[in-house]
């Protein structure tokens, strides 16, 4: 199994990585850090979202969606937090899907 973006979530990260471009284009150094600062919640689960679906931090392979998330949750999160919030990969991911921004295929 694998992720896939919808259709709207590919034309959310197109709209988002062009003013992530423009950010770091600027003459402002702080510029990337104002778009990260401004982005809804819904615009930093579909950043997220594209980089699960490139496999930046895992491949984007699965057989076992809950072990795949124990991984990638390692290299994103602190082992302090997880303590806290041992799913919050997986909580992350069933968001991503409740709001129509990745599928499973």
Known sequence: MKFVLTK??????????????????????????????EMSKRELLVLDAGFYVDGANCENKFDD???????????EYDPK????????VKDKVNKMIEENIIIIK
């Open 8 to 37: 709207e979530a590919k034309k959310e990260l197109k709209a988002i990585n062009k003013r992530i471009d423009e950010a770091l284009e600027s003459d402002f150094f702080d510029g990337y850090d104002e778009v990260m600062d």
């Open 65 to 75: 969606l809950d072990e795949w998330c124990r991984e990638v949750q390692e290299i």
């Open 81 to 88: 937090y997880l303590s806290y919030h041992p799913d919050a």
